[in-house]
Every structure is written in structure tokens, then in C-alpha cells.
């Protein structure tokens, strides 16, 4: 809520996970590279995991944690989640509906802007660790997926399991911000 004179070094290490994010989607316009380049992917994304964890960390002992910093946060999240299972799609590691999955945060704001334009009411969510710890398993799956060592079917199953919650966990939020729970 206050104004600080800089951006701090959290939404500085912030910025570059949209960085990674983007050299990341470069791959999506070209087959999977090979040899070492193969790893390149799947590097990328896992940096800016890490990163993801380091810049809110970084926020709380420096004393810049802030509204920006958590809505950059959030959004590079579900942008990460949607390239790099773009890129596992592309690379034939995970089936095509696993894009829904992909989008289903911005599948999630569309609904409630539908709900808004339609004059329904629309409720607030309560905070939830849970809904952390299935991004994170979510985001850390999607890099496991784009290592080159790993191969469907293996991928598909392992998707199907990181999908169940992930699902449920979208499922049960649209249940709330609509009022049925």
C-alpha cells in the first residue's frame, strides 16, 4: 500500500522470469532442439521457477513486498504455466486438452468478467495455501515434462495425475466466486 522510490530487487528478479518466459516461448516456433540445446527449454523454466520462489523471499527480508510485486506474481505464474505446456504440447510430451489446463486461469478471469458483464454477483476468494501448492506441483511438473529424458506415455499418465488436482482446485474457486459454495 505504500509508494516506495524503487521497484526493489523481488520485481527486478520478477521481471526477468518474464524474460525467461519469453526467450521460452521463442521455442515454441521451431522443433525441440537437440543435443545439449535440447535442455535449453526445460532450463529456462526451471530457473524461473526457482526464481518465483527467490523473488517473494527476496520481497519479505527487504521489506518491498507489495501489491504490484503479488500481481506480477500471479500473472507470470499462469503465463509460465500456459508457454510451458504450450511448448510440451508442441513437443508431443503432453496430449492437446492439456491446454485447457494451461489456460485455465485466464479461462477463469474470462468467467468472472462474464459474470460481472451478465450482472451476477461475483465473490470474493478466500486466501488458500492449497492453492499455492497445486501451482507449484503444476509449474514443477510442467519443468519435469520438458526434460528430453522423459517420454509419453509416461508424460500423458503423469499428466492425467497432475491434472485431476489441478482441475479440482479451478473447479472448487469457480464454485466460490459464484456463489454456489
Given at each position: 500500500?505504500?509508494?516506495?522510490?524503487?521497484?526493489?530487487?523481488?520485481?527486478?528478479?520478477?521481471?526477468?522470469?518474464?524474460?525467461?518466459?519469453?526467450?521460452?516461448?521463442?521455442?515454441?516456433?521451431?522443433?525441440?532442439?537437440?543435443?545439449?540445446?535440447?535442455?535449453?527449454?526445460?532450463l529456462l523454466y526451471t530457473l524461473a521457477?526457482?526464481?518465483?520462489?527467490?523473488?517473494?523471499?527476496?520481497?519479505?527480508?527487504?521489506?518491498?513486498?507489495?501489491?504490484?510485486?503479488?500481481?506480477?506474481d500471479i500473472e507470470f505464474d499462469a503465463?509460465?504455466?500456459?508457454?510451458?505446456?504450450?511448448?510440451?504440447v508442441n513437443y508431443h510430451q503432453l496430449?492437446?486438452?492439456?491446454?485447457?489446463?494451461?489456460?485455465?486461469?485466464?479461462?477463469?478471469?474470462?468467467?468472472?468478467?462474464?459474470?460481472?458483464?451478465?450482472?451476477?454477483?461475483?465473490?470474493?476468494?478466500?486466501?488458500?495455501?492449497?492453492?499455492?501448492?497445486?501451482?507449484?506441483?503444476?509449474?514443477?511438473?510442467?519443468?519435469?515434462?520438458?526434460?528430453?529424458?522423459?517420454?509419453?506415455?509416461?508424460?500423458?499418465?503423469?499428466?492425467?495425475?497432475?491434472?485431476?488436482?489441478?482441475?479440482?482446485?479451478?473447479?472448487?474457486?469457480?464454485?466460490?466466486?459464484?456463489?454456489?459454495?
Amino acid at each position: 500500500s505504500t509508494l516506495l522510490p524503487t521497484l526493489g530487487a523481488a520485481n527486478v528478479l520478477t521481471m526477468l522470469r518474464g524474460l525467461a518466459f519469453g526467450l521460452l516461448a521463442g521455442f515454441l516456433l521451431s522443433p525441440w532442439p537437440t543435443g545439449g540445446l535440447a535442455w535449453l527449454p526445460a532450463l529456462l523454466y526451471t530457473l524461473a521457477i526457482v526464481a518465483d520462489y527467490l523473488d517473494g523471499y527476496l520481497a519479505r527480508i527487504t521489506n518491498h513486498a507489495t501489491v504490484l510485486g503479488a500481481n506480477l506474481d500471479i500473472e507470470f505464474d499462469a503465463l509460465g504455466i500456459l508457454i510451458a505446456t504450450s511448448l510440451a504440447v508442441n513437443y508431443h510430451q503432453l496430449p492437446w486438452w492439456y491446454l485447457f489446463l494451461a489456460a485455465s486461469r485466464y479461462l477463469f478471469l474470462f468467467g468472472i468478467w462474464w459474470r460481472k458483464r451478465r450482472g451476477q454477483p461475483v465473490y470474493d476468494l478466500p486466501p488458500s495455501v492449497h492453492r499455492r501448492i497445486v501451482a507449484g506441483f503444476q509449474m514443477g511438473f510442467s519443468s519435469v515434462v520438458l526434460w528430453p529424458i522423459v517420454y509419453p506415455p509416461g508424460t500423458t499418465l503423469a499428466g492425467i495425475a497432475f491434472a485431476i488436482p489441478f482441475t479440482a482446485s479451478f473447479v472448487r474457486d469457480w464454485l466460490v466466486v459464484s456463489g454456489r459454495l
